[in-house]
C-alpha cells in the first residue's frame, strides 16, 4: 500500500507558528469538517488529481500510480465502507479540502489532506486534522499512520499533533525514501477492519446507489 499526506501549495508558516494553546483545547462541538457524499466524488476526484500533479514531493512515477489507484471506483468503494473515511474540510459554508483515509487491520491510513488553494487559510489544515484524529479516536484504531517525504511542510503539521517518526523507508516507493509517522489511538472494540473490498454484492449496491438521485 502506498500512502501519503500534502498539505500541497502552501506555506504553512503561519499554521506552525499557531499556538501551542489552541492545539490542546477541547475539541469544539461543531467541526469544520463532515462526510462526503455520492454527489462529492467528482469534485475529490479532481481536486486529488490536482494535488497530486502539482506537489513537489513526489515523482512523475508515483503521480500517474497514485492518480490510477486513487480512482473514482476506489473513492467509491471508501464512501461505502464509512463516508467519514472521505471527509470534507468545510469553510463558508462550501468544500475547502479534503482528507482521505482507509482502514487496514487495526490501522487507519490517512492517504492525503488537501486544503484547495482558493479557499486556503493558516488555520483550516489544522482544525481539519484535529477533527479527523477527534472523529476516529473512537475505539476502532490502534493508530493514524501515514507516509509523506522528507521536505513536505505537512511534517510540521504531523508534530504538532504528536505523531512520531517512527522511522524512514529507504528506496521504499519506486526507489524513493518516505517517512512513516503514527499516532497512537486506543482501540477497545473488538474485531478488526479487513481493508476495503466490497465484493460483488457491494459493488452491486454502489451501482444502484449511483444511479439514484442524491438528496
Known amino acids: 500500500?502506498?500512502?501519503?499526506?500534502?498539505?500541497?501549495?502552501q506555506d504553512l508558516t503561519a499554521t506552525q507558528s499557531a499556538s501551542k494553546k489552541a492545539r490542546q483545547k477541547p475539541v469544539a462541538k461543531k467541526l469544520p469538517v463532515?462526510?462526503?457524499?455520492?454527489?462529492?466524488?467528482?469534485?475529490?476526484?479532481?481536486?486529488?488529481?490536482?494535488?497530486?500533479?502539482?506537489?513537489?514531493?513526489?515523482?512523475?512515477?508515483?503521480?500517474?500510480?497514485?492518480?490510477?489507484?486513487?480512482?473514482?471506483?476506489?473513492?467509491?468503494t471508501l464512501l461505502a465502507a464509512d463516508p467519514y473515511h472521505l471527509m470534507i474540510i468545510v469553510a463558508d459554508d462550501e468544500p475547502a479540502g479534503f482528507m482521505i483515509t482507509s482502514?487496514?487491520?487495526?490501522t487507519l491510513w490517512l492517504h492525503w489532506s488537501y486544503i484547495f488553494p482558493e479557499k486556503r487559510r493558516a488555520s483550516l489544515a489544522m482544525m481539519g486534522l484535529r477533527a479527523l484524529i477527534a472523529h476516529f479516536d473512537n475505539g476502532r484504531f490502534h493508530k493514524i499512520a501515514t507516509y509523506t517525504k522528507?521536505?513536505?511542510?505537512a511534517v510540521a503539521l504531523l508534530k504538532r499533533f504528536k505523531f512520531d517518526l517512527t522511522c524512514t523507508l529507504k528506496k521504499h516507493i519506486f526507489g524513493e525514501d518516505y517517512l512513516l509517522?503514527?499516532?497512537?489511538?486506543?482501540?477497545?472494540?473488538?474485531?478488526?477492519?479487513?481493508?476495503?473490498?466490497?465484493?460483488?454484492?457491494?459493488?452491486?449496491?454502489a451501482r444502484?446507489?449511483?444511479?439514484l438521485p442524491s438528496r
Open 1 to 9: 500500500m502506498t500512502d501519503a499526506t500534502s498539505f500541497s501549495g
Open 34 to 76: 463532515r462526510a462526503a457524499t455520492a454527489a462529492d466524488i467528482d469534485l475529490i476526484h479532481a481536486r486529488l488529481a490536482e494535488v497530486i500533479d502539482t506537489s513537489p514531493y513526489y515523482g512523475d512515477r508515483f503521480k500517474d500510480f497514485e492518480k490510477k489507484r486513487m480512482s473514482k471506483r476506489y473513492l467509491r
Open 103 to 106: 482502514p487496514q487491520y487495526g
Open 150 to 153: 522528507d521536505g513536505n511542510p
Open 181 to 205: 509517522y503514527e499516532l497512537p489511538l486506543t482501540k477497545t472494540e473488538d474485531g478488526y477492519d479487513m481493508g476495503t473490498g466490497m465484493g460483488r454484492l457491494g459493488r452491486l449496491k
Open 208 to 211: 444502484l446507489k449511483k444511479l
